[in-house]
């Protein structure tokens, strides 16, 4: 497909879309699933099984005013929820759906995701810095430490990955996983690494993933109980509202890059009914599974969560690469 | 070496429990009632204000003997009564009740050897105003009737 300026319009309007959309259903299908976890109805009464809810809410968030509190700095302040969201909208645009269905494919697509995705602890801190409110101030604190120490571990799983397909470009990824079940990257016995021990990295690449996207049990910026709402407690109206799109939406995008990492993409596990369906189907169980652990687990402490990642995934991921990179030379 | 994978494995097994406990979970029905459209019948030994209890008749059972009166710690009870010409008993003629100061203690409940108090099991007593809560028995029992 051509680059031209309007291809790159409609894939970012569709784009922008798709994260609207996923996110509005995926706080009904969040608040849904805890309540059936916590055994009440949830949301039911606007709509057939409470399914206008999302776009009422949405109405009533943006009826709300934008209030800036004193003394805070108003343009970071205005800027941080454009920052939260527009990463992710970019990311969308690199992620192969399908071998056709993707707006522009690149050949580092891992390098430009995870490059975006570590924008989004920045805004973070430009809201925490700006809100001039003691909790938002520890809460981005939290939040870029949790950020710069899981992003090493989740990118030492991707460049496992990387190093195993010898391609950073999304779509020969998911090539390279095509054959068989058995070639997915979470337990790849047949391809070119027969690395058995791939289902941890899926596991640590996981983890990353919950962690990366400030979700619970690693939810450490946002701690109501002890940081009242964490970096956004100062925003309302769609200040709020564009946090939260942000957080669905990174929920997608780790994900999709789990499910183009590890799970073989839009590839069929026996060969039935190939299409783009494998894909969403994988991508929403394993957002099924981020609500799913969200509602099992409870918030972990700050030293719990750098422990994990400091002692055990880094160590771990580590291993695995030397390992794989063994392996690799072996066969 | 052999703790901390041990620690590792034990973690993450504890993990996938809690995933599964979770997971049956979320397939059992609901418990909760959805409070405006059902409710619950309230327990027989439910507490809320007391109310007037009626005869055969559909009069209140109260003989005016004023021991209720007498035994509420809070002073929420006012009643009067009066003989009707002819008549041999005392017919109740005003019965109020001021909410804002009953403990629920049951005093009055128990005071009563005839019988003609009880709990009512009404919990739908919100308002923001104080006069809401003065309550005129006489009236409660005959709103009831209806
Ligand atoms: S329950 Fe206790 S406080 Fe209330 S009216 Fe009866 S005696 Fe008085
Ligand atoms: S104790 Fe019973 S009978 Fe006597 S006045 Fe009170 S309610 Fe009536």
Known sequence: MRLTLLNVIIAVVLAIAFAAVNAAYLVWAERRGAARIQRRPGPNINGPFGLLQPPLDGIKLMAKQLTIPGGADRIMFIIAPVLAMFPAIMSFVTIPFS???????????????????SMGSMSLLIAGWSSRNKYSMMSSVRAVSQAVAYEIPMLITAITVVMIAGSADLTEIVHQQSKSILHWNIFPLLGNSHNILMPFSFLIFFMCTLAETNRAPFDLGEAESELVAGFHTEYGS???????????????????????????????????????????LKLYLLIATFIWIRWTFPRTTIYGLLNLCWKILIPLSLFNLLFTAGLLKVF | MVAYFT????????LFIGMGITFKEFFKPTVTVSYPYETLTMSARYRG?????????GNPQCVVCGLCEKACPSDCISLAGEKPEGGKKKVLTKYKLDFTKC????????????????FSKDYNLASTNKEDFYFDLLKRLEERKK
């Open chain 1, 99 to 117: 071998d056709s269905i993707v707006a522009k494919n690149m050949n580092v697509g891992v390098l430009m995701i995870f490059a975006f995705a």
């Open chain 2, 7 to 14: 620690e590792i494995f034990t973690g993450l097994m504890s």
């Open chain 2, 103 to 118: 403990s629920l203690c049951g005093s009055c409940v128990e005071s009563c050897s005839f019988g003609a108090i009880n």
């Open chain 2, 49 to 57: 204000h007391i109310e007037l209890v009626e005869d055969e008749e």
């Open chain 1, 238 to 280: 769609m200040g709020f509202g564009l946090f939260f799109m942000g957080e669905y939406a990174n929920i997608v995008i780790g994900s999709c890059m789990t499910t183009i990492l590890f799970l073989g993409g839009w590839g069929c596990p026996f060969g039935l009914f190939p299409g783009v369906w494998w894909f969403i």
